[in-house]
């Protein structure tokens, strides 16, 4: 119970705060002032308050694509551990569901794109479902690549007190998840150089163009809801790379949140230092990710 | 049994009273359509019984015929088929009441019926039949009736040509079934199946001859890659209801022959299951690749069948290579699997290929750019299709991902467990199958956001109207088997677990264990509902008033946003086309592109042809074609001249008896 708490508590609270570092630490590179740490709190909040306006030819599918972009991290987030605390759901085969429950956010906003009818809502949503099914077998491999080393199917245990031995017996491998991971995180959550989350112009439209007709709350949960996914997401790379524990529930969650600011400040420092690729280029860096994740699996089957 | 028996006269009955001129319509309709839903009923609680006793039922009556015999046998494997053949049948039968009723279809409907009846009674025959001729009478039967089927609308030459195909593909396997059955008399000296048990006793070579048999002469009606060239024509020129039987459950009929008839073969050696492997996987990217080419929505589904074809292919071959290795955990977990993903597969494709037939019925085209908006015009419709599309694509909390998972589950066990070269190939499996995953959410979102979402792209579509509430119960009533599957997989096991005692008895009880039962999928899908319906109530508290101001659709400051100027079917899938597809499976396109300084008049046209039809069959086909032609001499056009063949044939064949 008290996991679930935490769980919510630092998922719900936290994530907004990733956006806000990373804004901040763009702002240090360009030497600007930036917006404040908070702003996706204030941002948020504001919407939510406001009223809500609608294309007159949307369908309840439009409706649909923000609540689903909000329920899925949550769900996800259940079944990932932050830190070394352990995840509250967590059942053999877990993965599976995990992939598949961001197929279903990603079916949902796709769908909710296109159904605005716009020409540019329908070329954002045919990207995104184009990029993301190259990033899939990426994700699979690897999280097959932990579990071989686990030898277990299930993200807790995958994400669990194996990583240590994991790092000493098979360190390469896991090198090259943790990248493999880093770039799903940059496709997954459309930070450059896969998208660019500040322009909605036609160059860079990827998730950004897909949200252009929501508004009001719409608008405030779709952003919630991408705070938080770069938040599980990003948990999973946070939990690779700082694998200990300290055996204390405070300072593991205190070690866990600098983890997830470390993972923005770096997200900002490859935002601020490298340009966005061509649309092009996009897919062609995703099957190297795909055959680098590969390639990390070969190493252990040996 | 005595349902079964109780069903088949309703199907005869139904069959024979449709066939008569009656004055009106109505009657025609009333007992076609009653005929086989009272049958289905009947039917469905046969079925129950075969699965609930787990006991094999039989019934024998010896025919004049040699070798012939009308012996059935109701067992698990029987019972698992026929569950998915009444369900699709029923709801079938009760949209196409709707259906041909209307749009012209009407002088049709009364053969229809019949030959509606015929094929489900035929079909039940393949599944229940127990002695080799009876099984390939039925056989010849289900493929003649859903050929008349198929070439339902006999004006359209596109319906006919793809009528043809189809009876050459369908014959093609059958004469690969005819040398199956006759080899395996000669070994085991009956047709009936109970005498094939000896077969159990072949050297390996002669088995693998039989199983290849088995292999290209099932495969080709259930539309394995390269043998699925008739499917993507003959499906959408059937009638929709039509369409979703046969894709289905006539296509799941073969693999329920080649699961039977491969029981009494030897123990299969470990290259069976990869071969079978290798070829579902192919089957399954290059389907769903083709998939997201086509802007008929119905020739697009036909497509995603040939992809789930190969993923139940996968699945079952990796439980033949599992078991032939001695991982018998891993072979019950991917027999499981496939077994699953037929079931489930035959409920949500039914679903959409019936939402299609209302899609067409309200919009008047197959064509997805001449839809655009349906959502709005016919609600019911859309939300069944948007079910069913979550359900193909493998998305929680439908049914699609309990056989999916299974199958990952299995793949995963052994790339785990493996060292070596032997964890390489269930490994590159894993991505592939994502990769296809991936790709089945291109198509679905493709077909739910240029045909339900969206302006209206022509005016019929504008103009669009909801189906009648037979037709959308129907195919609510599978939305909502969907649903129950996804939110108690346990069900979906036990359901395979009786179809698998047959099979495999070893992995039927390690099924019947708690350990691997997927009750958390089932919790997490219900964890999910309730999750939506929080998320759905907080975004209702915010919205605040009920009538949320609504304008148009941004679009740089243009306010009058036409279908013009949407995304359209071909530039949806532009992208991966280009970035994932292998050259053979470009599109040919006239391109319209601009060269002077003033707009002149320019089309553009995309065309995507079968690339195995296209460079393998039909070439083939030509030649053939040639060389026969100089037989065309035989072929005088008299009567006495064929009187004379026969004669002269039967005089040989006399004497070729008489030297014996």
Not at chain 1, 111 to 128: I, K, L, N
Not at chain 1, 253 to 276: D, K, N, P
Not at chain 2, 441 to 460: K, Q, W
Not at chain 2, 591 to 599: K, L, M
């Amino acid at each position: 119970m008290l996991q679930l708490f935490l769980h919510l508590l630092l998922l719900l609270g936290l994530s907004p705060l990733l956006p806000g570092v990373i804004g901040k630490t763009k702002a240090l590179f360009a030497g600007r002032t930036g917006p404040p740490f908070l702003q996706s709190y204030y941002d948020i909040w504001k919407l939510f308050g406001k009223g809500l306006v609608i294309s007159r030819t949307t369908t309840w599918v439009f409706r649909a694509g923000p609540v689903l972009g909000l329920v899925v991290p949550v769900l996800a987030a259940l079944m990932v551990p932050f830190g070394s605390i352990g995840a509250p759901l967590s059942f053999t085969g877990d993965l599976i569901f995990f992939v598949y429950l961001f197929g279903l956010a990603r079916f949902f906003t796709a769908s909710a794109a296109m159904d605005t009818g716009s020409s540019f809502e329908g070329m954002g949503a045919a990207r995104e479902v184009t990029f993301a099914c190259l990033a899939e077998p990426t994700v699979f491999f690897s999280f097959i690549v932990l579990a071989r080393l686990s030898g277990s199917l299930s993200l807790d245990a995958m994400f669990g007190q194996a990583l240590n031995t994991a790092w000493q017996s098979a360190g390469p491998s896991l090198i090259l998840v943790v990248a493999c991971l880093f770039v799903v995180v940059l496709v997954e959550n459309c930070r450059i150089p896969f998208d660019d989350p500040n322009t909605h112009l036609e160059l860079t439209m990827i998730h950004e163009v897909m949200v252009l007709d929501h508004s009001g709350p719409d608008l405030g949960m779709i952003l919630y809801g991408a705070a938080m996914k770069l938040f599980v997401l990003g948990a999973l790379v946070v939990r690779l790379v700082f694998p200990g524990s300290t055996g204390n529930v405070l300072f593991d969650t205190l070690l866990f949140s600098g983890g997830m600011l470390l993972l923005a400040v770096v997200i900002g420092v490859v935002e601020s230092t490298m340009a966005r690729l061509r649309l092009l280029r996009v897919p062609q860096l995703l099957v190297g990710t795909l055959l680098l994740s590969f390639f990390s699996l070969i190493l252990l089957l040996r | 049994m005595n349902f079964l028996f109780a069903a088949f006269l309703l199907f005869g009955l139904g069959a024979l009273l449709a066939v008569i001129p009656w004055r009106g319509g109505k009657a025609v309709a009333f007992f076609g359509s009653g005929g086989a839903i009272l049958g289905c009923l009947l039917g469905l609680i046969a079925a129950g019984q075969g699965l609930a006793a787990g006991v094999a039922e039989t019934f024998f009556l010896p025919l004049s015929m040699p070798g012939g015999a009308f012996s059935l046998r109701l067992d698990g494997l029987s019972a698992f088929f026929l569950l998915p053949l009444f369900v699709v049948g029923l709801v079938g039968a009760l949209y196409g009441s709707e259906y041909m009723g209307s749009g012209g279809k009407t002088r049709w409907s009364g053969l229809h019926w019949t030959w509606y009846n015929l094929l489900i009674l035929s079909m039940t025959l393949v599944v229940t039949a127990a002695n080799g001729l009876l099984f390939l009478f039925a056989w010849e039967c289900m493929s003649l009736t859903s050929f008349f089927l198929v070439i339902t609308e006999h004006n359209l030459a596109e319906a006919v040509e793809a009528g043809w195909t189809y009876l050459l593909a369908t014959h093609f396997g059958a004469a690969f079934l005819f040398a199956f059955f006759l080899s395996a008399s000669a070994f085991s000296g009956s047709l009936e199946f109970a005498s094939f048990q000896v077969l159990g006793q072949l050297s390996t070579p002669v088995a693998s001859g039989l199983f290849l048999l088995l292999l290209v002469g099932f495969g080709s009606k259930a539309g394995i890659f390269p043998f699925h060239v008739w499917l993507p024509d003959a499906h959408p020129a059937a009638p929709s209801h039509v369409s979703a039987l046969m894709s289905g459950v006539m296509v799941k009929t073969a693999i329920y022959g080649f699961l039977r008839l491969f029981s009494f073969l030897p123990a299969a050696p470990p290259w069976w299951g990869g071969l079978l492997m290798a070829i579902g996987i192919v089957g399954a990217l290059f389907g769903i690749a083709m998939a997201a080419l086509q802007r008929d929505v119905k020739r697009s589904l036909a497509y995603s069948t040939v992809e789930n074809i190969g993923i139940i292919l996968l699945a079952l071959g990796f439980w033949m290579q599992c078991r032939a290795t001695g991982h018998y955990f891993t072979a019950a977990l991917a027999l499981a699997g496939g077994l699953i993903h037929l079931l489930n597969h035959s409920l949500f494709k039914s679903l959409l290929f019936m939402g299609a037939g209302s899609l067409m019925h309200g919009s008047g085209s197959r064509d997805l750019n001449r839809m655009g908006g349906l959502m709005r015009r016919m609600p019911i419709t859309g939300v069944l299709i948007v079910c069913g599309g979550l359900a193909i694509s493998a998305l929680p909390p439908f049914n699609g991902l309990i056989g999916e998972w299974f199958i990952y589950r299995a793949l995963l066990e052994s790339g785990t467990v493996l060292s070596g070269l032997a964890a390489f190939s269930p490994l590159v499996l894993i991505g592939l199958l994502a990769l296809v995953g991936g790709m089945v959410i291109i198509v679905m979102t493709r077909i739910i956001g240029i045909a339900l979402a969206g302006e209206p792209r022509s005016s019929a579509a504008a103009r669009a109207h909801e189906a009648g509430w037979r037709m959308w119960s129907g195919m609510a009533a599978l939305a909502l088997l969907c649903l129950v599957g996804g939110l108690m997989p346990v069900l979906l096991l036990q359901v395979a677990g009786r179809a698998a005692i047959l099979l495999d008895p070893a992995a039927a009880t390690l099924l019947a264990d708690n350990a691997i039962s997927p009750w958390w999928l089932g919790i997490m899908a219900v964890l999910l509902l309730g999750c939506i319906l929080a998320a759905y109530g907080f975004s209702r508290w915010r919205q605040g008033c009920t009538i949320v101001p609504s304008s148009a659709t941004w679009g740089c400051g243009f306010a009058f946003p036409s279908s013009r100027m949407s995304y359209s079917a071909e530039s949806y899938t532009e992208l991966p086309q280009s970035a994932m597809f292998c050259s053979c499976l470009k599109p040919s396109t006239e391109d319209g592109r601009t060269i002077g300084f003033f707009p002149e008049a320019k089309s553009f046209s995309f065309e995507a042809p079968d690339p195995v039809l296209e460079h393998l069959f039909k070439p083939f086909f030509r030649r053939a074609a040639r060389v026969c032609s100089g037989f065309r001499g035989l072929q005088a056009g008299q009567l006495h001249v064929y009187l004379l063949y026969i004669f002269s044939v039967t005089i040989l064949l006399l004497l070729w008896a008489g030297q014996r």
